[in-house]
């Protein structure tokens, strides 16, 4: 589900721009097993934003929670950041301030896919996973929870900079199995942690430095189970100058290893620098808010 959200209300003078800064690729098929998708993608390119679900549940729930998570994030993100300065700091966090904004929402939908889940009978159990980012003041704030994965291609490497919260990953981390038996493991989709199963959830949030040509994967497990980070860092050796291209390779490469779930990608590349230049005159058009 690619969901295409307007602004909230105008934005402030003090907002930080990154229309012309970002480049944003989104891209969600239903793969070749199923026959309704699950995953919710969606972007704000102006305030740096990028969010993907992977839904989970009884008949169609599961669509029901991602689309949930990434409308509430969404439109409570934007609107928060409408009366945050960019470039302020999270003393506590010892993060961009932003930070707490998103755990803030995070919490918000938690909620709002448990209430639902406990009072629709046709819902219950449902959840999803979440992997969101907010490119701020040269930085990348990447909440995730789940097994849906943000990868950083930087000098022609990929990294994977959010780890899986699932059973395979606690295996590998306790040593039971190594990375390579963890290919061939039937418990590839048992997650550990997921948004709206539970009263409260636990966001893993971490903050990263951006890089001018830096290229960011957001992917739900439908493209990581299916297809090899070496192939995929490959693909974005020979396809990166035009992310659309990548984009649908990426989903053709899923589907041609049996597409048995439902595939997501968003790409985004770093066009120039986005540092918050601090300047007297913010705190006259703060004061005029």
Request: proline share 1%; aromatic share 6%.
């Amino acid at each position: 589900m690619l969901l295409t959200l307007g602004n909230v209300r105008q934005r402030s003078p003090l907002d930080m721009n990154l229309h012309n800064t970002l480049e944003i690729i989104r891209l969600t098929d239903v793969g070749q097993r199923r026959d309704h998708n699950e995953d919710a993608i969606a972007s704000d390119d102006s305030m740096g934003f990028v969010i993907l679900a992977d839904g989970m549940g009884g008949y169609k729930a599961g669509e029901v929670a991602s689309e949930i998570a990434v409308l509430s994030i969404t439109a409570e993100l934007k609107e928060a950041m409408l009366d945050l300065r960019p470039g302020q700091m999270d003393a506590e966090l010892n993060m961009q301030a932003e930070a707490r904004l998103m755990i803030e929402a995070v919490r918000n939908a938690n909620d709002a896919i448990y209430q639902v889940s406990q009072t629709q009978p046709q819902c219950a159990g449902m959840g999803t996973t979440l992997v969101v980012g907010l490119f701020t003041n040269n930085k990348l704030l990447v909440g995730h929870i789940g097994d849906s994965r943000m990868y950083r291609y930087r000098q022609e490497q990929l990294l994977q900079i959010t780890e899986d919260h699932s059973l395979l990953q606690e295996q590998i981390k306790s040593g039971l199995i190594t990375a390579e038996q963890a290919k061939y493991s039937a418990n590839k989709n048992l997650v550990t942690r997921a948004l709206g199963i539970d009263p409260e959830v636990d966001l893993e949030l971490n903050e990263f430095d951006v890089e001018v040509d830096d290229i960011y994967l957001l992917c739900s497990d439908g493209l990581s189970d299916l297809v090899e980070d070496e192939v995929i860092q490959h693909t974005l050796n020979m396809l990166s100058s035009d992310l659309t291209e990548t984009a649908h390779k990426l989903v053709q490469l899923a589907n041609d290893n049996g597409g048995k779930d439902n595939i997501s990608v968003i790409l985004v590349r770093v066009k120039k620098s986005f540092e918050y230049k601090y300047a007297w005159y913010d705190d006259f058009l703060g004061w005029l808010k």
